[in-house]
């Protein structure tokens, strides 16, 4: 279906090609992971795919790559379309109409086929991906999650051949990203399409994988084969492959279930150790002492205390966006050096309660107040001071030509030391030049970029909205470790997330968001241990023990051995 023949991509002013010595060939009918870490081209080879590499993105394309004996060399994407349904990391730029029913209908109108067929489609994708509530909502109303399965339906409708699909479930709640993932493998299995996806988050999709294209480093030749045997030599896994490395099973489990059945051995080394999975927060690790004294402090104070000393306090909130209650009756309080993690499905209401706390939105009834200001009523030059919000979509921040210029400005703003912001991009994107293009970066790297211009101004509460969106494992691993030491220090973190993984490695307490309402909320481990939608990988595979981190074990592990 689809052939890679001696492919190489280079972009203009590049030393080296982004990808290079591609030769293979993707057999229909297979869903094919592209696995590696950001950077190492795997966006480039999907564009190579759907024609957008070359003929949208420039640079050069040399070799051949033919899709249903098509050369995307010859022909556009519009040429395409027809047999490629492409859905990129930003669904913003994939709209062309106002509203769901219309957008799902656009490309089948593109492609002449009769009104009977459009109407058919359009109600079989609404109900596969669970859009039948929102078919006349303006697509601008909509969450980040919602956008993602609009656009990843508007490119099932036209029923192509191949789908390439970039971070598909990036922006999904885990039971959306499970519905998703589970049309996709109907179309695989059912009806033979072929599907080329590029995903971080392994944990989610590396089991519906029929063959991984491990592309392990810039400019190296990316390897195709079967996917337990590439994931025992990828520099980028997900905890259950990491468990199963820990333990040393062979063959590595790619599921909770392949790994529960060999997990008794581990279970029991773990009781042996006679360590407590919980008996620290999990961001202490690798802490100060005087982190854990003020850990402990915050798990002692009444409500009344942390009102008192609180970073944020929010008190019987309500928010309308045009017609829909977003919120209703939000009790939050966030105290300083404390980690929050917002959860919920997509359209809960995570994205309109952060956009209230920096003042984006007026509550209806109720209050909210960050530091000593109310949000709404205060000014931009005043609010930064107490809050800096990292929103889902980066441009919002990105407006200069380079990334110096962005650094040069978040320092001039936040009237801060020249190079701060500059420090702060180098410690988070290792690699990255002065004069790089913010839109030539990843999702991912541009969002790391917002990040850093916000963290510029040191706001004692830090809002993050989709932090892990686009990350590997390592640039993860780093944002982590940079929040933890926020938090040391007493910076107050609220992060909305769909990153289950990012919970349990960071938060101290998660709060659950259900139709605009909290319906839970305490420490990280009681919510997300009894949650079978937000437990992360690990919990799940060492149930009945309660431990959250392929780390936590690890260190238990070590313990145990060190005392033995």
């Known amino acids: 279906m689809i052939r890679f023949e001696d492919v190489s991509v280079t972009y203009e002013g590049a030393a080296e090609p982004t990808v290079r010595g591609v030769d293979l060939a993707v057999p229909e009918g297979e869903l094919v992971l592209l696995v590696g870490p950001s950077g190492v081209g795997k966006s480039t080879l999907l564009g190579t795919v759907s024609g957008l590499v070359p003929h949208f993105t420039g640079g050069t394309l040399r070799g051949r790559v033919t899709v249903a004996g098509r050369d995307t060399r010859t022909h556009k994407p519009r040429e395409l379309a027809d047999v490629v349904g492409t859905v990129g990391q930003d669904p913003l730029s994939h709209f062309v109409t106002d509203t769901v029913e219309d957008e799902l209908a656009y490309g089948m109108e593109s492609l002449g086929l009769s009104p009977d067929v459009m109407r058919r489609r359009v109600e079989e994708t609404l109900d596969l991906l669970g859009l039948a509530d929102l078919r006349e909502r303006p697509i601008a109303t909509l969450s980040g999650g919602q956008q993602q399965r609009v656009a990843i339906g508007s490119v099932l409708t036209p029923h192509p051949e191949v789908l390439v699909l970039d971070e598909p479930t990036s922006a999904l709640d885990p039971a959306a990203a499970e519905e998703v993932l589970a049309v996709l493998q109907r179309l695989v299995h059912d009806l033979g399409t072929t599907v080329l996806m590029a995903e971080h988050r392994l944990e989610r999709v590396v089991q519906y994988a029929d063959q991984v294209l491990l592309l392990a480093a810039p400019g190296e030749a990316p390897v195709l084969g079967d996917p337990a045997s590439l994931m025992a030599v990828s520099p980028v896994y997900p905890p259950v492959v990491g468990l199963g490395r820990l333990a040393g099973w062979s063959p590595l489990p790619l599921t909770v279930r392949d790994a529960r059945r060999g997990a008794g051995a581990l279970r029991e080394r773990l009781a042996v150790t006679g360590a407590g999975p919980h008996d620290r927060a999990p961001h202490d690790r690798g802490e100060t002492p005087a982190a854990r004294t003020r850990w402990s402090g915050l798990r002692g104070r009444t409500k009344a205390d942390a009102a008192r000393t609180a970073a944020a306090n929010v008190a019987g909130l309500a928010v309308r966006r045009g017609r829909v209650e977003a919120l209703r009756r939000v009790d939050l309080t966030v105290s300083a050096g404390e980690t929050v993690a917002l959860m919920g499905r997509n359209g809960a209401g995570k994205s309109t309660l952060l956009s209230t706390l920096v003042g984006l939105l007026e509550p209806a009834s109720g209050s909210v107040r960050v530091g000593g200001a109310v949000p709404h009523r205060t000014g931009p030059r005043e609010l930064i001071r107490h809050v800096g919000l990292v929103p889902q979509e980066p441009r919002d921040l990105l407006y ?75 640039a993860k691993a780093r944002l982590v470790t940079l929040l933890r030491g926020l938090a040391a220090e007493g910076h107050a973190i609220v992060l909305a997330t769909h990153d289950v993984e990012l919970a349990a490695e960071l938060a101290h307490r998660v709060a659950i968001l259900a139709d605009g309402e909290i319906v839970a909320d305490g420490p990280t481990p009681e919510i997300v241990v009894s949650s079978p939608s937000f437990a992360p990988q690990t919990t799940k595979i060492l149930a009945p023990q309660k431990w959250l981190t392929v780390t936590e074990v690890r260190e238990a592990l070590d313990a145990g051995d060190g005392a033995a």
């Open 400 to 474: 200069a030509d380079t990334v110096a210029a962005e650094c040069t400005a978040a320092d001039h703003d936040a009237a801060a030391d020249p190079g701060t912001c500059r420090a702060l991009v180098s410690e988070l994107l290792p690699g990255i030049t002065d004069d790089t293009h913010p839109r030539d970066l990843s999702e991912g790297q541009r969002l790391t970029l917002a990040l850093a211009v916000v963290l510029t101004a040191r706001p004692p509460l830090l809002l993050l909205d989709e932090p892990t969106r686009g990350l590997d494992y390592a």
